[in-house]
């Protein structure tokens, strides 16, 4: 079963213009990762946020954790043709090993 | 190679064939991972290993599924007399078994059961 949801399920906007992806979970975690997966091909891992942790950049990427309302956000700032992929947030809880996934954004980026 | 190997890429059969899929993780990764992904149910865990053993088998839906890990690398995920709905992308990842550590993924196998 999946962990939750992510929101926006869809999102188009101008190339250049920035991203932002919500991620909402159930239970405590031990860390977040999202992933990026472009059509047709395996998961490619972008960033790990940490549950004591509260911000993370990686390039472009920015990601937040706020603990206490169980949820994320990713954004993809300056975005380009490029970022057009479905991205998924997963969660890794204390105990076990496996991640589990949230629905996925599907973001187009028009040129 | 540098990353995640699964082969097929893809895998079309017939209703109650067995099928067996391979995953040849990144070297030096101890920790080996299946997951699923189909368009009704998402991205699902199916089995994780350890080394050879699993320690976490929760994942697997039924018990036509099985999967094995030899010398702590190479895995084989089986699935016997397949079923329609057993039609999905299978993902394998591996990472270092750290803590904190990201999960690398290979580009799976579609598989397709007519």
């Known amino acids: 079963s999946q962990q939750g949801e992510e929101d926006p399920q869809a999102l188009s906007i101008q190339e250049g213009e920035n991203a932002t992806m919500n991620c909402s979970y159930k239970t405590s975690i031990n860390n977040l990762q999202w992933y990026r997966q472009n059509s047709g091909r395996g998961l490619v891992h972008l960033i790990l946020?940490?549950?004591?942790?509260r911000e993370k950049h990686s390039g472009r990427l920015r990601v937040t954790l706020d603990t206490s309302k169980k949820s994320s956000s990713l954004l993809i700032t300056a975005s380009r043709a490029a970022d057009t992929a479905s991205y998924f947030c997963?969660?890794?809880?204390?105990?076990?090993?496996?991640?589990?996934f949230g629905t996925g954004t599907r973001l187009t980026i028009i040129p | 190679g540098a990353g995640v190997s699964q082969s097929p890429s893809n895998k079309v059969t017939e209703k109650g064939k067995d099928v067996e899929l391979r995953c040849d993780p990144i070297?030096?990764?101890?920790?080996l991972y299946w997951y699923r992904q189909s368009l009704g149910q998402g991205l699902e865990f199916l089995i994780y290993?350890?080394?050879?053993?699993?320690?976490?088998k929760s994942g697997l839906p039924s018990d036509r599924f099985s999967a094995e890990r030899t010398g702590g690398s190479v895995s084989t995920l089986t699935i016997q007399r397949t079923q329609q709905e057993d039609s999905a992308v299978y993902l394998c990842?591996?990472?270092?078994?750290?803590?904190?550590?990201?999960?690398?993924f290979g580009d799976g196998t579609r598989l397709s059961i007519l």
């Open positions: 070297s030096g990764h101890t920790a």
């Open positions: 946020i940490r549950s004591n942790e």
């Open positions: 990842a591996s990472s270092l078994a750290r803590a904190n550590q990201p999960q690398h």
């Open positions: 290993f350890q080394g050879n053993s699993a320690p976490d």
């Open positions: 997963a969660t890794l809880n204390f105990g076990n090993e496996k991640l589990t």
